[in-house]
């Protein structure tokens, strides 16, 4: 009878340790580095603009160095800008992840920025912002015995789509007005459109030129007016077409400086 007994109790000892085992071995490979996230550094990610929508794609890989496969295995992640204003958020359901085996695939979403500018959110249009990426990973190892989560997080720099519209100063030569200008807009952008240039006396238009620019980079010209013109522009207006967004700078001209 003690022999049967003792026997019962080294079989579940060895069961115990035998348990021990499996989840030891399933838990190492977390805080050994076995099992990697790779999520997207900045120079990864790929935009794209089109009819007013922004488009992303970020790409990630998972890497399951472990010694057992992983199941139900979901990615959860929220887009935000700096001001935490929520921008995308979506769940990605991969679901099996043999032991050894790398996952690749990217996050791909959307984001109406031009009716987001029509509500009166206009920051993204002119200014650089962060896009941050709160990203939750869930999943079950060793039979679904052991459940592992974890969160990340990551920040991704956006360009505005127009940077620049300025006015780089303005001279008299051999009977022409000569106005240098630039304009920087997101390498987002494709294309071309017109930087119109207006001069004013007051109320009075004098005279009006515009030049082609292109978009996606840095672009500077020199407009060219014929002199003498009607009057002596105390004010000159630049307005560009980007798209659906307009921007317009008004510069004064001080008394006399037109010689």
Same mark, same amino acid.
């Given at each position: 009878?003690?022999?049967?007994?003792?026997?019962?109790?080294?079989?579940?000892?060895?069961?115990?340790?035998?348990?021990?085992?499996?989840?030891?071995?399933?838990?190492?490979?977390?805080?050994?580095?076995?099992?990697? #996230?790779?999520?997207?550094?900045?120079?990864?990610?790929?935009?794209?603009?089109?009819?007013?929508?922004? /488009?992303?794609?970020?790409?990630?890989?998972?890497?399951?160095?472990?010694?057992?496969?992983?199941?139900?295995?979901?990615?959860?992640?929220?887009? /935000?800008?700096?001001?935490?204003?929520?921008?995308?958020?979506? *769940?990605? &359901?991969? %679901?099996?992840?043999?032991?050894? $085996? #790398?996952?690749?695939?990217?996050?791909?979403?959307?984001?109406?920025?031009? *009716?987001?500018?029509?509500?009166?959110?206009?920051?993204?249009?002119?200014?650089?912002?962060?896009?941050?990426?709160? #990203? *939750? #990973?869930?999943?079950?190892?060793?039979?679904?015995?052991? $459940?592992?989560?974890?969160?990340?997080?990551? !920040?991704?720099?956006?360009?505005?789509?127009?940077?620049?519209?300025?006015?780089?100063?303005?001279? !008299? *030569?051999?009977?022409?007005?000569?106005? &240098?200008? $630039?304009?920087?807009?997101?390498?987002?952008?494709?294309?071309? /459109?017109?930087?119109?240039?207006?001069?004013?006396? %007051? /109320?009075?238009?004098?005279? $009006?030129?515009?030049?082609?620019?292109?978009?996606?980079?840095?672009? !500077? %010209?020199?407009?060219?007016?014929?002199?003498?013109? !009607?009057?002596?522009?105390?004010?000159?207006?630049?307005?560009?077409?980007?798209?659906?967004?307009?921007?317009?700078?008004?510069?004064?001209?001080?008394?006399?400086?037109?010689?």
């Amino acid at each position: 009878m003690a022999t049967s007994i003792r026997a019962i109790q080294m079989a579940i000892a060895l069961v115990n340790v035998l348990i021990f085992a499996l989840v030891f071995t399933s838990l190492w490979p977390f805080p050994s580095g076995d099992f990697n #996230v790779d999520l997207p550094s900045p120079g990864d990610v790929v935009w794209g603009y089109d009819d007013g929508v922004v /488009t992303v794609s970020a790409p990630y890989s998972i890497d399951n160095g472990g010694f057992y496969d992983v199941d139900d295995l979901v990615i959860r992640y929220g887009v /935000t800008n700096y001001t935490d204003a929520p921008i995308y958020s979506g *769940e990605i &359901d991969i %679901g099996s992840l043999p032991a050894g $085996h #790398v996952t690749s695939d990217s996050i791909d979403f959307t984001f109406p920025l031009l *009716e987001m500018y029509e509500s009166g959110a206009t920051w993204m249009v002119f200014n650089d912002d962060f896009l941050n990426f709160a #990203v *939750e #990973v869930s999943c079950y190892y060793t039979m679904k015995l052991v $459940h592992f989560y974890a969160e990340y997080n990551v !920040s991704v720099p956006w360009d505005a789509l127009i940077q620049e519209v300025a006015f780089d100063g303005a001279r !008299s *030569e051999g009977g022409l007005l000569l106005i &240098d200008y $630039h304009v920087v807009t997101s390498d987002i952008l494709q294309g071309t /459109t017109s930087l119109n240039v207006y001069l004013y006396n %007051g /109320t009075d238009l004098l005279a $009006h030129e515009y030049e082609t620019v292109t978009l996606g980079m840095y672009d !500077s %010209g020199t407009l060219v007016f014929d002199l003498p013109l !009607s009057g002596v522009p105390d004010q000159m207006v630049l307005s560009v077409q980007v798209f659906e967004f307009s921007v317009t700078e008004t510069v004064a001209f001080d008394p006399g400086w037109l010689v």
